[in-house]
DNA sequence: CTATATTTGTGCGTATGTATG
DNA sequence: ACATACATACGCACAAATATA
């Protein structure tokens, strides 16, 4: 899954699952995201590098994100 | 405002920049200091570089850091 | 209304690795 | 060898907003 000794940074894994799971369906368009927390124990990972890869998702559009709410997925534009 | 070419260190400039901000009056005793963060954005360079040029300050005197909390202009002495 | 727990937001402290001059 | 500077990644502490008992 993760692979610490990647070239690839930690935080960029971890966003790609997260970004596959949605691709998948298995995360669907209102659902919540696990929380930073959720994430940092699935992954083995400091909440900062959860963190990280939740904005990259953010950035790409994938997800949005609530203040003490949490991060759920975008609705997909109708088009 | 900052030279890359410069034989200066950055967070040299950097720290100048921020202490020329103090001595004009613009950033006054008690005000909070931009976080690293900010610096980081502001002047262009690493987190670390903005950290040292905080550093840079704090051993002037001209600022004093609190854990979690931030950085703040110090209140000069009666003097 | 109060209190607690959860979740995101922010800020500093530290360590490691890489690259450059 | 050394200093500078970048990026990544760990951690701690606290604030703000929300949800629930």
Do not use: C, K, W
């Amino acid at each position: 899954m993760i692979d610490p000794l990647s070239p690839t940074p930690l935080y960029l894994q971890v966003a790609d699952l997260l970004a596959a799971r949605i691709e998948r369906g298995e995360l669907r368009p209102g659902n919540p995201l696990p929380s930073e927390s959720q994430i940092q124990g699935q992954y083995d990972v400091a909440r900062g590098t959860a963190r990280r890869a939740v904005a990259v998702l953010r950035e790409r559009g994938l997800v949005v994100t609530l203040h003490a709410r949490g991060t759920f997925v975008a609705e997909r534009p109708t088009t």
